[in-house]
């Protein structure tokens, strides 16, 4: 994977497919943008359940799995990308087992903002697809996108226009956010309420999908908090918090996170 990142870096590209079909292969796209710093249950379970509640019928599902090597707030410690390279191609293969009907592509891209991010992919990815792509969001996540400061001086409704009128966004609850529990899952009507206006306009409400994940104990799971365990040595917890192959590769390396 050093290889690989090295020659996405000289050849300054903007987006590559490192594994998997090299562009959409089905009328779906859920697109999983992370740190992968490591991967864990919480995000096998945000594509889980959005692929449960929104994929269409008896069609596959293309999943893509993007690592940004610049990210809008994270310095990109400690795992180095072709770590992160490494545990994402583990995540796909799992997920290709856990998810029937489920392709998936592993990718890595240059852009920070969503709004960045959906324009290379519907140049370079979804080509003949005139499709909705469907991003997978924590609630932390979802918050930021629409946080103006990532726009300034431009506002919002200009900026993300294009983009909102064209995704959709499907976010899963977690802990530890500026709303609580219940207030995160009335966000999406909230919005159509006018609530968040002039920042949010209201119809982009019909865009943003809210779910209460599954399976409580995954709510406050976290990459920083894994990475804690790890370096604290509680490793039997982790069983419960990241697939099995990825258990596996952080245990044959842990001073990745150092
Ligand atoms: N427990 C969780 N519940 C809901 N969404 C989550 C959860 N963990 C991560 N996500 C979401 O998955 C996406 C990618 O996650 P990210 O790489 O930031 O993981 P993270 O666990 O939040 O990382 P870190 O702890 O390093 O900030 C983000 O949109 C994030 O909000
Ligand atoms: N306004 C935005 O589009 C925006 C804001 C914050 C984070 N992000 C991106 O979201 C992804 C996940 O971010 P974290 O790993 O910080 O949770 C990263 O690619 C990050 O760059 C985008």
Redesign the pocket.
Same mark, same amino acid.
């Given at each position: 994977m050093k290889k690989v990142f090295e020659q996405f870096r000289k050849n300054d590209l903007l987006f590559q497919i490192i594994k998997g079909p090299q562009h959409l292969e089905s009328p779906k796209l859920f697109v999983l943008?992370?740190?992968f710093?490591p991967p864990h249950l919480a995000h096998f379970q945000l594509l889980s359940q959005a692929i449960k509640n929104f994929k269409l019928n008896n069609t596959q599902s293309h999943i893509l799995l993007?690592l940004?090597v610049?990210?809008?707030?994270?310095l990109p410690i400690p795992a180095s990308f072709p770590h992160r390279l490494e545990m994402m191609c583990l995540f796909a293969n799992y997920l290709e087992e856990k998810l029937p009907q489920s392709v998936v592509s592993v990718g890595l891209t240059v852009f920070?903002?969503? $709004?960045d991010?959906d324009k290379v992919l519907h140049e370079q990815f979804t080509q003949e697809y005139n499709t909705n792509i469907g991003y997978l969001?924590?609630f932390?996540?979802i918050a930021? $996108?629409f946080?103006e400061k990532?726009?300034h001086p431009l506002k919002i409704s200009d900026v993300m226009e294009s983009f909102m009128s064209k995704c959709q966004l499907y976010c899963l609850a977690r802990d530890h956010c500026h709303l609580d529990a219940e207030s995160q899952l009335k966000y999406a009507s909230d919005i159509l309420a006018g609530k968040y206006e002039p920042v949010i306009p209201k119809e982009w409400g019909s865009r943003v999908h809210v779910m209460q994940n599954d399976y409580p104990s995954l709510r406050n799971v976290s990459s920083s908090e894994i990475r804690k365990k790890i370096k604290a040595g509680q490793v039997e917890k982790l069983r419960d918090e990241l697939p099995s192959c990825i258990y596996g590769y952080v245990m044959k390396n842990k001073t990745i996170f150092d």
């Amino acid at each position: 994977m050093k290889k690989v990142f090295e020659q996405f870096r000289k050849n300054d590209l903007l987006f590559q497919i490192i594994k998997g079909p090299q562009h959409l292969e089905s009328p779906k796209l859920f697109v999983l943008d992370s740190s992968f710093n490591p991967p864990h249950l919480a995000h096998f379970q945000l594509l889980s359940q959005a692929i449960k509640n929104f994929k269409l019928n008896n069609t596959q599902s293309h999943i893509l799995l993007l690592l940004a090597v610049n990210n809008a707030d994270k310095l990109p410690i400690p795992a180095s990308f072709p770590h992160r390279l490494e545990m994402m191609c583990l995540f796909a293969n799992y997920l290709e087992e856990k998810l029937p009907q489920s392709v998936v592509s592993v990718g890595l891209t240059v852009f920070s903002k969503f $709004i960045d991010k959906d324009k290379v992919l519907h140049e370079q990815f979804t080509q003949e697809y005139n499709t909705n792509i469907g991003y997978l969001v924590g609630f932390d996540t979802i918050a930021r $996108i629409f946080d103006e400061k990532y726009y300034h001086p431009l506002k919002i409704s200009d900026v993300m226009e294009s983009f909102m009128s064209k995704c959709q966004l499907y976010c899963l609850a977690r802990d530890h956010c500026h709303l609580d529990a219940e207030s995160q899952l009335k966000y999406a009507s909230d919005i159509l309420a006018g609530k968040y206006e002039p920042v949010i306009p209201k119809e982009w409400g019909s865009r943003v999908h809210v779910m209460q994940n599954d399976y409580p104990s995954l709510r406050n799971v976290s990459s920083s908090e894994i990475r804690k365990k790890i370096k604290a040595g509680q490793v039997e917890k982790l069983r419960d918090e990241l697939p099995s192959c990825i258990y596996g590769y952080v245990m044959k390396n842990k001073t990745i996170f150092d």
